[in-house]
């Protein structure tokens, strides 16, 4: 059976992570607020940020940047997002 968690992303018990998803407390705490579909999630928004905004993550400022917009998003705070985008409408 798989491991539940009260997502603090979308406000309700979902599956959880299987193992952290980072090493140290960071991680630890992802693994028990972080959902697999908000993990999920935030990977695709990492990817769209790193590649709109031309991020080297050889760059320190680039990876702190990205570390700020995971620690929002995962809250459920308002982060950057690539410029463009356009998030799908649920119908």
């Keep these: 059976m798989a491991r ?6 979308f406000g309700e018990e979902l599956e959880g992570l299987e193992r952290p998803p980072l090493p140290g407390p960071k991680g630890q705490k992802i693994f028990e607020e972080v959902s697999k579909k908000a993990w999920q999630a935030w990977q695709a928004e990492q990817t769209m940020l790193i590649n709109e905004k031309q991020l080297s993550l050889m760059d320190p400022e ?3 940047y990205l570390q700020d917009q995971m620690d929002k998003y995962l809250s459920g705070e308002n982060y950057d997002r690539a410029e463009g985008f356009v998030p799908q409408q649920d119908d």
């Design 4 to 9: 539940m968690v009260f997502c603090k992303h």
């Design 62 to 64: 680039a990876r702190k």
